[in-house]
């Protein structure tokens, strides 16, 4: 029995894995690449240029590797590239890259998109990660490694949310949320540290101790940012827990939440 549903439309260009399973009315265009043991949903339209890795389960009605929307994008040759184990929800939306960046919107391994998420061109999420139904990230975003987006959070444009950090419900991020921290509010600010999420991740006592000194040195010390920089950088070699938030310090530019 074929994996591909009767009423399914595949471009005949489209590169399908045999183990791929494609739903009931789904239309899959020329220039998409499907791996092993993938799954699409019902009604789902996935348009090139799109590589998908294996392992991908596609809920209906979502929209993958439609184009940018960004007024400037004029037709130009961009793609998506979705990872291996994602698990996509109903109503998910995302785009192609645009010329003014990569050109590629690049989605990582292992990553929960409930319902109604959108991830934006141009836009990097890497793995583990979490967005809960109905976040929404602009264009030119960065989603690090096992960061939690929360229900309705919307991230603006070229902002970054650093790993293992934790943005609550309804929160809207105008500027970068370093790694570990908790952010929550109308405009997100700082809540402290991630304890739980690090404690399930198998961080230990001592590890967890020394991100909370790391946040306290950032938010706490009444220090300047170059003096924290300084401070953090020099305990990596001691703390290597902390290389990930140095590298963040040392690498934003739009901003720090405060």
Known sequence: MSL???????SPRASLDSSVRVGPYSIIEEGVEIGADSEIGSHCVIKGETTIGERNRIFQFASIGDDPQDKKYADEDTRL????????????????????????????????FMAYTHVAHDCVVGNETIFANCAQIGGHV???DYAILGAFVCSHQYCRVGAHAFVGIGTTITRDIPPYVMASGPVAEPRGINTEGLKRRSFDNDQIRNIKEAYRCLYRSGLGLDKVRTTIDSLVDEQPELAVFAEFLNSSERGLIR
């Open 81 to 112: 590239v979705i990872g291996n184990g994602n698990t996509i929800r109903e109503y998910t939306t995302f785009n192609r890259g645009t010329v003014q960046d990569s050109g590629v919107t690049t989605i990582g391994d292992n990553n929960w």
């Open 4 to 10: 591909i549903h009767s009423t399914a439309i595949v």
């Open 142 to 144: 960065i989603i690090d």
